[in-house]
């Protein structure tokens, strides 16, 4: 079985300053790992993601995660916050079909991001 | 090119009617997803469906949620007998398969339940 984990449902940082969202997964086989950003009434919209290879990934709007198996960690980062940031990031984990399931997401909880100006 | 489109946007309806919910994935995405977004209980799984393989329906609350995928193209949610706590974003998404390929997701409807 997998779950997620997101520490803090709410986050605040002024404008300019590092953008810091923790995730931790749990999960029988290797994990694909998803962070997504959803803005008020709209969908979902992928950020970063991490199946194979490099740890750290980058992904949109400056945003970047690291994949660290020892911590099973994917904390997302972001080195300066904008004002067009806040919104709610949800981290997300898959098995890719190999655990079992059908590749469906495993959400975290959500941490709604505000930034102050 | 054309995202992922949910009809309707805003569904209400009334206590014990049934409601069907409607997907159209990206054109050649041969996955497709339907999530449950609520207050209490956060994103959940629902049902996925790949190309014309039997669905798994292990996420469906219950017997009065079933889904059909036609033509491995557009899906239908439906819930009968409608409860209030099935008041929630109910969420499509599509993707190319199942190992580690992003899930696009539609913008939701909204069912509210009075």
């Known amino acids: 079985a997998q779950s997620v984990t997101q520490l803090g449902s709410h986050v605040s940082v002024s404008e300019g300053a590092l953008v810091l969202l923790r995730c931790n997964y749990s999960?029988?086989?290797?994990?694909?790992l998803f962070w997504y950003v959803q803005y008020p009434n709209q969908g979902l919209q992928l950020l970063l993601k991490y199946t194979t290879g490099a740890t750290l990934v980058k992904g949109i709007n400056g945003f970047e995660a690291e994949f660290k198996k020892s911590e099973t960690s994917f904390h997302l980062t972001k080195p300066s916050a904008h004002m067009s940031d806040a919104a709610e990031y949800f981290c997300?984990?898959?098995?890719?079909?190999?655990?079992?399931?059908?590749?469906?997401?495993?959400f975290g909880k959500g941490t709604k991001l505000s930034v102050k100006p | 090119g054309a995202g992922v489109s949910q009809s309707p946007s805003n569904k209400v309806t009334e206590k014990g009617k049934d409601v069907e919910l409607r997907c159209d994935p990206i054109s050649g995405h041969t996955a497709l997803y339907w999530y449950r977004q609520s207050l209490g209980q956060g994103l959940e799984f629902l049902i996925y469906f790949q190309g014309n393989s039997a669905p798994d329906k292990s996420g469906l609350p219950s017997d009065r949620f079933s889904a059909e995928r036609t033509g491995g193209s557009v899906s239908t949610l439906t819930i009968q007998r409608t409860q209030q706590e099935d008041s929630a974003v109910y969420l499509c998404?599509?993707?190319?398969?199942?190992?580690?390929?992003?899930?696009?997701f539609g913008p939701g409807t909204r069912l509210t339940v009075t």
């Open positions: 998404a599509s993707s190319f398969g199942r190992r580690g390929y992003e899930q696009y």
């Open positions: 997300a984990v898959s098995d890719g079909g190999d655990g079992g399931s059908q590749g469906n997401l495993i």
């Open positions: 999960s029988s086989v290797p994990p694909y």
